[in-house]
Nanobody, 119 residues
Framework: QVQLVESGGGLVQPGGSLRLSCAASGITFSTFTMKWYRQPQGKERELVAG????????NYADSVKGRFTISRDSAKKTVYLQMNSLKPEETAVYYC????????????WGQGTQVTASS
């Protein structure tokens, strides 16, 4: 059974930092591209950051470049999202995603973790 379990969300003041974690089980972690998405209330889900299976390649939404960092630890089967200088408009549920394109795509999601940037 595949599980992606996010943690690390919470309430932070604007300008503050949080680190999200996503622990994976039931997949060969080192073969999956890992991504973080977010969905503000009443809005569509958007891609925040992604990291290649090897961890060498990363990509970010323009709005978070220079402030967010995605990383992964294969030994712990965990992907992280370090978020600095958080803005109120970045308040959202953050979701972890594991994706592998083979003959049939394998696409898994976590349950999400709430991040609120507010004073």
């Amino acid at each position: 059974q595949v599980q992606l379990v996010e943690s690390g969300g919470g309430l932070v003041q604007p300008g503050g930092s949080l680190r999200l974690s996503c622990a994976a089980s039931g997949i060969t972690f080192s073969t999956f591209t890992m991504k973080w998405y977010r969905q503000p209330q009443g809005k569509e889900r958007e891609l925040v950051a992604g990291i290649s299976p090897t961890g060498v390649g990363t990509n970010y939404a323009d709005s978070v470049k220079g402030r967010f960092t995605i990383s992964r630890d294969s030994a712990k089967k965990t992907v992280y999202l370090q978020m600095n200088s958080l803005k109120p408009e970045e308040t959202a549920v953050y979701y972890c995603n594991a994706y592998l394109q083979m003959m049939v795509a394998r696409d898994y999601w976590g349950q999400g973790t709430q991040v609120t940037a507010s004073s």
